[in-house]
């Protein structure tokens, strides 16, 4: 079985780890980030967050 995934980034496009598909409408629902582009599906966390991501990488 196929998980879907949705890419997360921060304020300043840094990517984040991929999030759930439920966690992506979830963060939607409530205003917490917003659609970045559509393919690949990615979105923009909001300016102040309240969830805990990990960062991906930094360089």
Known sequence: MQTNYVFLVDTNKQ????IHSARA????NK???AIY???PFTLVQCKIPNY???IL???
């Not at 990517?15 to 991929?18: A, E, H, R, S, T």
């Not at 409408?25 to 939607?28: P, S, T, W």
């Open 25 to 28: 409408r979830e963060l939607l």
């Open 57 to 59: 990488y930094r360089e």
């Open 52 to 54: 805990q991501f990990e």
């Open 31 to 33: 205003n917490k980030a």
């Open 15 to 18: 990517p984040l780890n991929p």
């Open 37 to 39: 582009r559509q393919f």
